[in-house]
Protein backbone atom coordinates (compact mmCIF):
# COMPACT_ATOMS: atom_id res chain seq x y z
CA UNK A 1 0.00 0.00 0.00
CA UNK A 2 1.59 3.52 -1.05
CA UNK A 3 0.78 6.50 1.18
CA UNK A 4 -1.80 7.66 -0.82
CA UNK A 5 -5.58 6.92 0.42
CA UNK A 6 -7.24 4.67 -2.37
CA UNK A 7 -10.71 5.88 -3.39
CA UNK A 8 -13.68 3.63 -4.39
CA UNK A 9 -16.74 5.66 -5.21
CA UNK A 10 -20.04 3.46 -4.00
CA UNK A 11 -23.27 5.08 -6.05
CA UNK A 12 -26.88 4.01 -6.51
CA UNK A 13 -30.20 5.06 -6.80
CA UNK A 14 -31.39 6.08 -3.47
CA UNK A 15 -33.28 2.76 -1.66
CA UNK A 16 -30.97 0.33 -3.36
CA UNK A 17 -29.30 -0.22 -0.16
CA UNK A 18 -25.54 1.39 -0.36
CA UNK A 19 -25.18 2.95 3.47
CA UNK A 20 -26.22 -0.86 4.74
CA UNK A 21 -23.55 -2.49 2.57
CA UNK A 22 -21.23 0.07 3.26
CA UNK A 23 -21.46 -0.17 6.73
CA UNK A 24 -20.71 -4.03 6.53
CA UNK A 25 -17.76 -3.48 3.84
CA UNK A 26 -16.25 -1.28 6.38
CA UNK A 27 -16.42 -4.25 9.07
CA UNK A 28 -15.28 -7.09 7.03
CA UNK A 29 -12.13 -4.69 6.09
CA UNK A 30 -11.53 -4.01 9.35
CA UNK A 31 -11.64 -7.70 10.27
CA UNK A 32 -9.44 -8.16 7.89
CA UNK A 33 -6.90 -5.52 9.33
CA UNK A 34 -7.57 -2.52 6.28
CA UNK A 35 -8.03 0.54 7.99
CA UNK A 36 -11.39 1.58 6.06
CA UNK A 37 -12.93 5.26 6.05
CA UNK A 38 -16.29 5.81 4.95
CA UNK A 39 -16.86 9.38 3.67
CA UNK A 40 -21.17 9.79 3.14
CA UNK A 41 -20.87 12.91 0.65
CA UNK A 42 -24.55 13.70 1.84
CA UNK A 43 -23.76 13.87 5.23
CA UNK A 44 -20.67 15.96 4.65
CA UNK A 45 -22.91 17.97 2.03
CA UNK A 46 -25.51 18.65 5.07
CA UNK A 47 -22.95 19.42 7.42
CA UNK A 48 -22.04 22.74 5.36
CA UNK A 49 -25.70 23.02 4.78
CA UNK A 50 -26.32 23.37 8.28
CA UNK A 51 -24.77 26.82 7.55
CA UNK A 52 -27.32 27.50 5.83
CA UNK A 53 -30.17 26.82 7.74
CA UNK A 54 -30.63 23.32 6.05
CA UNK A 55 -31.82 20.29 8.52
CA UNK A 56 -32.48 17.54 6.99
CA UNK A 57 -30.19 15.83 3.86
CA UNK A 58 -33.50 16.00 2.02
CA UNK A 59 -33.96 18.74 1.76
CA UNK A 60 -30.27 19.45 0.10
CA UNK A 61 -31.95 18.44 -3.44
CA UNK A 62 -34.46 21.14 -2.99
CA UNK A 63 -32.11 23.82 -3.05
CA UNK A 64 -31.09 25.92 -5.76
CA UNK A 65 -28.61 24.34 -7.94
CA UNK A 66 -25.52 26.46 -7.27
CA UNK A 67 -26.27 26.54 -3.96
CA UNK A 68 -25.54 22.79 -4.38
CA UNK A 69 -22.57 23.09 -6.59
CA UNK A 70 -21.03 24.80 -3.83
CA UNK A 71 -22.04 22.35 -0.82
CA UNK A 72 -20.66 19.53 -3.41
CA UNK A 73 -17.37 21.50 -3.73
CA UNK A 74 -17.17 21.59 -0.20
CA UNK A 75 -17.78 18.25 0.79
CA UNK A 76 -15.23 17.14 -1.99
CA UNK A 77 -12.46 19.25 -0.95
CA UNK A 78 -13.00 17.55 2.66
CA UNK A 79 -12.88 13.89 1.23
CA UNK A 80 -9.36 14.48 -0.23
CA UNK A 81 -8.56 15.07 2.65
CA UNK A 82 -9.57 11.72 4.66
CA UNK A 83 -6.58 10.19 5.03
CA UNK A 84 -6.94 6.08 5.32
CA UNK A 85 -5.76 3.01 3.91
CA UNK A 86 -9.39 2.63 1.68
CA UNK A 87 -11.72 5.73 1.78
CA UNK A 88 -15.25 4.58 0.66
CA UNK A 89 -17.79 7.37 -1.15
CA UNK A 90 -20.71 7.03 -0.84
CA UNK A 91 -22.30 9.12 -3.25
CA UNK A 92 -24.78 9.47 -5.97
CA UNK A 93 -24.11 9.66 -10.09
CA UNK A 94 -27.31 12.12 -10.48
CA UNK A 95 -29.33 14.30 -8.55
CA UNK A 96 -33.27 14.30 -8.87
CA UNK A 97 -33.74 18.03 -8.66
CA UNK A 98 -36.67 20.22 -9.47
CA UNK A 99 -34.58 21.65 -12.94
CA UNK A 100 -34.27 17.84 -13.60
CA UNK A 101 -30.73 15.45 -12.98
CA UNK A 102 -28.39 16.90 -12.11
CA UNK A 103 -24.46 14.70 -11.87
CA UNK A 104 -22.95 13.66 -8.61
CA UNK A 105 -19.63 13.46 -10.31
CA UNK A 106 -19.43 16.07 -12.67
CA UNK A 107 -16.08 16.15 -14.38
CA UNK A 108 -14.11 18.49 -12.02
CA UNK A 109 -15.13 16.49 -9.10
CA UNK A 110 -14.29 12.74 -10.11
CA UNK A 111 -11.05 14.53 -11.36
CA UNK A 112 -10.24 15.80 -7.76
CA UNK A 113 -11.82 12.37 -6.01
CA UNK A 114 -9.30 9.98 -8.06
CA UNK A 115 -11.02 6.99 -7.81
CA UNK A 116 -9.42 3.69 -8.24
CA UNK A 117 -12.31 1.74 -8.70
CA UNK A 118 -16.28 2.63 -9.31
CA UNK A 119 -18.62 0.81 -8.27
CA UNK A 120 -22.81 1.25 -9.09
CA UNK A 121 -25.18 -0.82 -6.92
CA UNK A 122 -28.15 -2.27 -8.40
CA UNK A 123 -31.36 -4.18 -7.21
CA UNK A 124 -35.01 -4.98 -8.63
CA UNK A 125 -37.26 -1.68 -9.12
CA UNK A 126 -40.10 -3.37 -6.64
CA UNK A 127 -37.56 -3.66 -4.17
CA UNK A 128 -36.01 -0.44 -4.37
CA UNK A 129 -39.71 0.44 -4.39
CA UNK A 130 -40.72 -0.91 -1.07
CA UNK A 131 -37.45 -0.29 0.54
CA UNK A 132 -38.41 3.56 -0.43
CA UNK A 133 -41.74 3.35 1.10
CA UNK A 134 -40.65 1.50 4.10
CA UNK A 135 -37.92 4.46 4.96
CA UNK A 136 -39.87 6.29 7.74
CA UNK A 137 -35.92 7.61 8.37
CA UNK A 138 -35.57 9.88 5.20
CA UNK A 139 -38.11 11.66 3.22
CA UNK A 140 -37.50 9.46 -0.31
CA UNK A 141 -38.95 10.09 -3.44
CA UNK A 142 -41.82 7.95 -4.32
CA UNK A 143 -41.90 7.81 -7.71
CA UNK A 144 -43.50 4.40 -9.94
CA UNK A 145 -41.55 1.23 -10.47
CA UNK A 146 -41.20 2.16 -13.84
CA UNK A 147 -39.33 5.28 -13.12
CA UNK A 148 -37.19 3.26 -10.81
CA UNK A 149 -36.61 0.73 -14.14
CA UNK A 150 -35.22 4.31 -16.17
CA UNK A 151 -33.24 5.38 -13.24
CA UNK A 152 -31.07 2.03 -13.17
CA UNK A 153 -30.92 2.42 -16.82
CA UNK A 154 -29.67 6.19 -16.65
CA UNK A 155 -27.12 4.89 -13.75
CA UNK A 156 -25.62 2.11 -16.05
CA UNK A 157 -25.17 5.06 -18.70
CA UNK A 158 -23.45 7.66 -16.37
CA UNK A 159 -21.17 4.79 -14.79
CA UNK A 160 -19.43 4.08 -18.17
CA UNK A 161 -18.81 8.00 -18.70
CA UNK A 162 -17.29 8.43 -15.26
CA UNK A 163 -15.17 5.60 -16.19
CA UNK A 164 -14.25 6.82 -19.68
CA UNK A 165 -12.62 10.12 -17.88
CA UNK A 166 -11.38 8.76 -14.61
CA UNK A 167 -9.67 5.89 -16.22
CA UNK A 168 -11.35 3.31 -13.32
CA UNK A 169 -12.63 0.18 -13.62
CA UNK A 170 -16.43 -0.04 -13.00
CA UNK A 171 -18.68 -2.73 -11.91
CA UNK A 172 -22.18 -2.91 -11.23
CA UNK A 173 -23.15 -5.47 -8.49
CA UNK A 174 -26.56 -6.41 -7.33
CA UNK A 175 -28.10 -6.31 -3.81
CA UNK A 176 -31.21 -7.69 -3.71
CA UNK A 177 -33.31 -9.34 -1.01
CA UNK A 178 -31.35 -12.17 0.41
CA UNK A 179 -28.16 -11.80 -1.58
CA UNK A 180 -26.56 -9.12 0.48
CA UNK A 181 -24.11 -11.54 1.60
CA UNK A 182 -22.44 -11.61 -1.77
CA UNK A 183 -22.89 -8.26 -2.72
CA UNK A 184 -20.51 -7.65 0.40
CA UNK A 185 -18.27 -10.07 -0.35
CA UNK A 186 -17.94 -9.08 -4.18
CA UNK A 187 -17.03 -5.23 -3.01
CA UNK A 188 -14.57 -6.83 -0.73
CA UNK A 189 -13.07 -8.93 -3.19
CA UNK A 190 -12.49 -5.89 -5.31
CA UNK A 191 -11.25 -3.75 -2.82
CA UNK A 192 -8.87 -6.47 -1.43
CA UNK A 193 -7.85 -7.33 -4.94
CA UNK A 194 -5.23 -4.75 -5.78
CA UNK A 195 -4.65 -3.49 -1.90
P1 LIG B 1 -27.86 10.17 0.63
O1 LIG B 1 -27.84 10.16 2.11
O2 LIG B 1 -26.78 9.36 -0.01
O3 LIG B 1 -29.21 9.87 0.06
O4 LIG B 1 -27.54 11.69 0.19
C1 LIG B 1 -28.34 12.76 0.70
C2 LIG B 1 -28.32 13.94 -0.24
O5 LIG B 1 -26.97 14.43 -0.37
C3 LIG B 1 -28.76 13.65 -1.67
O6 LIG B 1 -30.17 13.63 -1.81
C4 LIG B 1 -28.13 14.83 -2.39
O7 LIG B 1 -28.92 16.00 -2.23
C5 LIG B 1 -26.81 15.03 -1.65
N1 LIG B 1 -25.67 14.39 -2.36
C6 LIG B 1 -25.07 13.21 -2.09
N2 LIG B 1 -24.04 13.00 -2.93
C7 LIG B 1 -24.00 14.08 -3.77
C8 LIG B 1 -23.15 14.49 -4.84
N3 LIG B 1 -22.12 13.74 -5.27
N4 LIG B 1 -23.41 15.66 -5.45
C9 LIG B 1 -24.43 16.45 -5.05
N5 LIG B 1 -25.25 16.14 -4.05
C10 LIG B 1 -25.04 14.97 -3.39
MG1 LIG C 1 -27.60 6.17 2.06
Redesign the pocket.
Known sequence: MDEKSKRIIVVGI?GVG??TVLSEVKKSLEQLGVQTALA????I??EEALLLNIKN??D??RLQIQD?KN??RK?ATKIVQIISDIVII???LF?NTFEGY?P??PME?INQLEPSNLILIVAKPEEIYHRRQNDSTRDRDIISIDSIQNEIELSKMLISSCSVISGAPFKIIPNDENHLKECIKNLVDIIMSNS
Not at 40 to 43: I, Y
Open positions: PKTEFGKMLRDIRQLQADTHIYGLL
